[in-house]
């Protein structure tokens, strides 16, 4: 018999799976043969010596025959009696082994009440403890897979989004941008709505960088973030490119919303950049916009293209304005 592949703990050990080789002899025969062998030994060894001693003259042959049948009759009682109960519970055994159910060790002879008995009720409660064990086993396994499955998602889902994430501004990337751009364009054009594309780019951001440090530099990256992300809804889209430039797209905006934006954040960013910066220091922000349907571009590379063309011509004339409206 091969061993069971199934994940349950056995119920009784896989000793008795031993290969068939190691059944044969005189040991492992089954106990019914044996009992059949000394039987049959018996009345034939009673029947040669009662023929021996006949043809010495000796009259003891009947004699011989009746302890040779008397002998027969007491090895099948303890047949009977001990031997076939003793199969019948090594057999028991081996099926609730083989069949992992509890069922199966209550058809052991509970009912006896001799040590026959007493074995079958070792062995029916070995049986039910080991397969309550192999439940607790098989349930604690399964809770810890859907925990560290679980877990797995989370922190992968938790990596995924870092990666899409700038660190210092927590806005999205440009790999967050290069994900979800495609998708925005198809559906807006699909619905037949605009997106609106804004760049922004600080002025005289290295200089100040350079001049002050990156800590305040830091500051101002971070205040700008704060603005957009403050002026932008739910749908909207904020990303920062890289040092100091950053992108909006307004899926579904007018050019009424896009002004309010272009204007509001400027002005709020150049209020606190006064009580930053020394006063003889000039920094704003300078913009770019792009519309996909007023400008009739076709993807958003051409989009972001477009509005990053409108950003030069900002800083072109001098700073501090829009282009693109």
């Not at 044996?34 to 009947?62: D, H, S």
């Not at 210092?168 to 967050?176: V, W």
């Not at 054009?189 to 600080?202: E, G, H, P, S, Y």
Request: net charge positive; hydrophobic share 40%.
């Amino acid at each position: 018999m091969s061993r069971s592949t199934s994940s349950t703990t056995p119920l009784v050990s896989a000793d008795a799976d031993a290969p068939k080789h190691r059944r044969a002899g005189w040991v492992h025969t089954p106990t019914r043969t044996k009992l059949t062998l000394i039987i049959l030994l018996a009345l034939v060894g009673g029947c040669l010596i009662g023929m021996v001693e006949t043809r010495e003259g000796n009259q003891v042959w009947p004699m011989m025959i009746g302890l040779g049948l008397l002998a027969a009759v007491l090895i099948s009682l303890v047949h009977r009696s001990v031997c076939e109960p003793l199969e019948d519970v090594l057999e028991a055994a081996r099926r609730a082994r083989r069949t992992q159910r509890p069922a199966e060790a209550r058809r052991l002879p509970l009912q006896r009440d001799d040590e026959l008995g007493d074995l079958s009720k070792i062995l029916c409660d070995l049986t039910m403890q080991a397969y309550r064990h192999s439940t607790t086993v098989n349930r604690l396994r399964r809770t810890l897979d859907a925990r560290v499955a679980k877990a797995t998602h989370r922190a992968t889902s938790q990596l995924q989004q870092l990666a899409m994430r700038d660190p210092l501004t927590n806005l999205g990337n440009r790999r967050f941008l290069d994900t979800h751009l495609t998708e925005l364009v198809d559906t807006c054009r699909a619905t037949a709505t605009d997106l609106i594309c804004i760049v922004i780019d600080m002025d005289n951001f290295k200089s100040i960088n350079d001049r002050f440090g990156h800590a305040v530099g830091d500051k101002m990256l971070s205040f700008l973030a704060q603005l957009i992300r403050a002026n932008v809804r739910g749908d909207d889209y904020a990303v920062r490119l890289g040092g100091d430039e950053f992108l909006v797209l307004m899926p579904g905006a007018g050019d009424e919303r896009a002004r309010h934006f272009t204007e509001r954040v400027p002005s709020l960013f150049a209020h606190q950049m006064r009580t930053m910066l020394p006063r003889d220091v000039r920094t704003g922000l300078s913009m770019g916009v792009a519309s996909l349907q007023r400008d009739h571009l076709e993807t958003g590379d051409a989009l972001i293209e477009h509005a990053d063309d409108n950003l030069y011509q900002a800083k072109d004339a001098g700073k501090g304005c829009t282009c693109g409206m």
